[in-house]
């Protein structure tokens, strides 16, 4: 179609000039934002973006496969749309609003991962089991359709119907469309305008999240893992009792101290916080770290929780790494001395860029 | 050329007032809903009843598709379009225009039938005298029949109703034109000119905006809001021969002006028993040149079968697509007809050839077209109409025709609902008789 736009004027009045019909036009790529936090152990070298689709069979069924070129922590990457959908994916109604036309969409799920064995291509990692580690995947609430074939889909539409398509797609002919979910679960479609972002972070849940077709559910929480050391300044047994097994006496002085929290969390899914506790006479270092856990074949994502605690006594002379008081806070709580209030936990800081818009 | 000049300053004023057929090709014209007894020739029944004229078009005929598929709407239709005139007293006259119609038998007894009235009052007097030469005031309202603006740039040959109206001077006129309903749902037109020499020269301003809208939502119902200035012409350097031009541009879209361009020549020659014509637009319309921002499908009413008496060719198919597109279009029309006795061999030929593009950067939007063609790119549709018509009665119009088209009307059965493309590109086998009374 170029040969259309750059045409002369004499060429124009006469009608001469390669001009391809629409059904070769290209298909505008997509442009998706990948955001890599913590990254000091990801390589550039090997991480890729996949785009997986939702087998109408269950499964995943695999499309373009493209690598991140670019260095550093959010990276703007092109996915060409494959010409053909993969055979086998589900299909799914879409409503283009305000008209109500229907058209039918496949659920892309784009995938960030390390291509550990080389392959440039995440096939191997299609049941999750092979050796391509997942990083991240987009959200399932937040996510893509890609239009099964947009030529034919715009030529059922007429001009309201596709000026409709275009209005979603920011007026380019690509076959994507940045869809949401209403609590019923139908599709609609989302105007926004910024970067498709892809957090690759979600490490803890994407191989779960991309098997169940992001319908993971709550499932019971394992007991807490406590580890609780006590100086000797103290009864071990005594505080202890019956409830926490690893209770160990231990010189703090000599201890080598629980990794304090620092610096912004690796992702969503995992939260790492720590309190000092008093009560009668007993003083308690408390790191707590929450991480969800999700199972790809019960779908079912659990909330562990790892406690590493120090006691001593509060007359006893403290350790020189002691940071009660000084880093770490005191919290007055009801709860047993070996488990973090929540109540107590910090105000989250707030995101620059909400900072921004405030202030603007 | 001086001489020129003055006796088209000094031309008559034409038999009916703003009369915007076609005048320039062999298609068949309908009688327009004014001025009747201007138009009626002496076979006419109601041609000289005093204060009254009087004329009806009867015409009944079936369509049979000759690649086999669906019948067409108008497979079994007849249609009677009735004239009367009255004129109450000098200056004033009373028009009134019924067509009676039956789209198909296939609907059921009577199931299809429609009756379109349109009333016509027409004020004509003269109001002053500069230099020893009358200035005549014309108005009419409602039924406008056709309009063409200009030279048809942005509106040609379409069925409206609203007002008119204007005065003129010799070969002067100063004239407005409200148009309500054009393309669109509940969108207006409004319109200025000031000719001279005839009408053969003339500037112009539009305004075509939506009069109702129900809410200012684009994304629910898109609103026109357009602005134009034109400039027009036509110039006739051989009997037989004109040429026209109109420059239109939109002033104030989303650039600050977007541009139209219409250039067009005809050679119309009759003789005793054959007539010709030969026909070429070519036209330029610039993203942006329509009236709405966002891409919304026309419709037109009324979806009758007369409507096949005109080109495709026609802004009806250019401004939608406006807001996404360039548009370059070639047209060559040809018709021809012979008589030999009371047989008249005739054919009809428009060859409509349209370059659309898209100037965005990126790849081209891709969109279907009024006739499910993929655009942009290059659209080619020829248009075509051949066949005879026996005149039973020596001197007289009445006529039994036969023809292959593959230019049908399209309708959704209801001709006052609004269409959305106006013909049906299949070959047709018509067999129609008419009678002029």
Same mark, same amino acid.
């Given at each position: 179609m170029s040969g259309c736009r750059s045409m002369g004027l004499l060429s124009l009045l006469l009608g001469l000039g390669a001009c391809a019909g629409p059904e070769y036009a290209e298909l505008e790529p997509l442009q998706i934002e990948v955001m890599v936090v913590g990254s000091a152990t990801v390589s550039y070298d090997s991480l890729r973006v996949a785009v997986l689709y939702q087998g109408a069979q269950g499964g995943l069924e695999l499309g373009a496969d493209v690598a991140v070129t670019a260095t550093g922590t959010a990276t703007l990457m092109t996915v060409m749309p494959p010409t053909t959908i993969e055979r086998g994916a589900r299909l799914e109604a879409l409503q283009l609003p305000p008209s109500q036309q229907a058209i039918l969409v496949a659920r892309p799920r784009i995938l960030a991962y390390l291509d550990l064995d080389g392959s440039e291509s995440f096939q191997d990692g299609r049941q999750m089991t092979g050796p391509d580690q997942p990083l991240g995947a987009d959200g399932y609430w937040q996510t893509l359709g890609r239009v099964v074939d947009p030529w034919a889909t715009i030529a059922s539409l007429g001009p309201d119907g596709a000026q409709a398509y275009y209005r979603l797609t920011n007026n380019r002919f690509t076959p994507f469309i940045r869809l949401g979910r209403e609590a019923g679960g139908n599709l609609v479609a989302d105007t926004a305008l910024e970067p498709y972002a892809l957090d690759a972070t979600r490490l803890s849940i994407t191989p779960a999240d991309l098997a169940c077709q992001g319908n993971l559910r709550n499932a019971e929480s394992p007991p807490d893992e406590v580890l609780l050391w006590v100086d000797r300044s103290l009864d071990a047994e005594v505080l202890c009792g019956l409830e926490v097994p690893h209770c160990l006496p231990v010189d703090t002085s000599t201890l080598t101290p629980p990794a304090l929290p620092q610096g %912004? $969390? %690796?992702?969503?899914?995992v939260a790492r916080n720590s309190q000092c506790r008093r009560r009668r006479g007993v003083e308690v270092l408390i790191v707590q770290e929450d991480r969800l856990r999700c199972s790809p074949s019960t779908c079912g994502c659990a909330n562990e929780i790892r406690i590493e605690a120090v006691a001593t006594a509060t007359s006893a002379m403290k350790p020189s790494w002691w940071p009660c008081g000084e880093s770490v806070d005191y919290c007055d709580s009801p709860l047993p001395l070996y488990q973090a209030d929540p109540e107590c936990y910090p105000e989250p800081e707030p995101d620059p860029e909400d900072e921004d818009q405030d202030d603007g | 050329m001086l001489a020129l000049l003055a006796a088209l300053a000094l031309a008559a004023p034409p038999d009916v007032y703003n009369d915007d057929r076609d005048h320039r090709t062999l298609l068949p014209q309908k009688l327009i809903n004014r001025n009747l007894s201007t138009q009626l020739d002496t076979y006419r029944l109601g041609d000289d009843l005093g204060i009254f004229s009087a004329a009806a078009d009867i015409q009944i005929g079936t369509q049979a598709p000759i690649d086999g598929g669906s019948p067409t709407p108008f497979h079994g239709f007849f249609f009677t379009d009735m004239f009367l005139a009255v004129? $109450?007293? +000098?200056g004033i006259e009373v028009n009134l225009n019924v067509l009676l119609l039956n789209t198909t038998a296939s609907g059921g007894f009577r199931i299809l039938a429609d009756v379109l009235p349109g009333l016509a009052a027409h004020l004509f007097l003269d109001v002053a005298t500069i230099d020893g030469d009358p200035v005549r005031f014309d108005f009419v309202t409602p039924d406008l029949d056709l309009v063409t603006l #200009? +030279? #048809? @740039?942005? @509106?040609?040959t379409t069925p409206l109703e609203g007002f008119m109206g204007g005065l003129s001077w010799r070969g002067f006129e100063l004239q407005t034109i409200f148009g309500g309903r054009v393309f669109w749902q509940q969108d207006d037109m409004l319109h200025f000119n000031l000719t001279a020499l005839g009408g053969h020269v003339g500037v112009s301003y539009t305004q075509w905006w939506t009069g109702f809208a129900d809410t200012d939502e684009p994304s629910i119902e898109p609103n026109a809001n357009g602005r134009y200035l034109a400039a027009f012409g036509r110039w006739s350097p051989l009997p037989g021969i004109t040429l026209a031009a109109e420059y239109n541009a939109r002033l104030g879209g989303e650039r600050a002006a977007s541009q139209a361009a219409l250039l067009r020549g005809d050679l119309l020659k009759r003789y005793k028993d054959f007539s010709v014509h030969l026909g070429y637009q070519v036209r330029y319309y610039q993203t942006g040149f329509g009236p709405l921002e966002t891409l919304t499908a026309p419709s037109t009413i009324p979806s009758t079968p007369g409507r096949e008496d005109y080109y495709a060719t026609n802004s009806f198919e250019y401004l939608w697509a406006s807001p996404f597109y360039d548009q370059l279009s070639h047209t060559a029309m040809l018709e021809g007809r012979y008589r030999v006795g009371p047989v008249e061999i005739f054919g009809e030929l428009e060859w409509w050839l349209r370059y659309v593009y898209d100037q965005q950067p990126g790849p081209p939007r891709v969109i279907a077209g009024l006739n499910q063609e993929l655009l942009p790119g290059l659209a080619t549709q020829m248009y075509y109409r051949a066949g005879a018509r026996l005149y039973p009665f020596e001197q007289l119009p009445h006529r039994i025709v036969a023809f292959a088209s593959n230019k049908s009307i399209f309708s959704f059965g209801r001709v006052t609902q609004p269409v959305p493309f106006r013909f049906i590109d299949r070959p047709i086998l018509f067999i129609e008789a008419e009678v002029k009374l």
């Open positions: %912004p $969390v %690796p992702n969503a899914f | 004129q $109450v007293f +000098e #200009g +030279e #048809g @740039l942005l @509106l040609e």
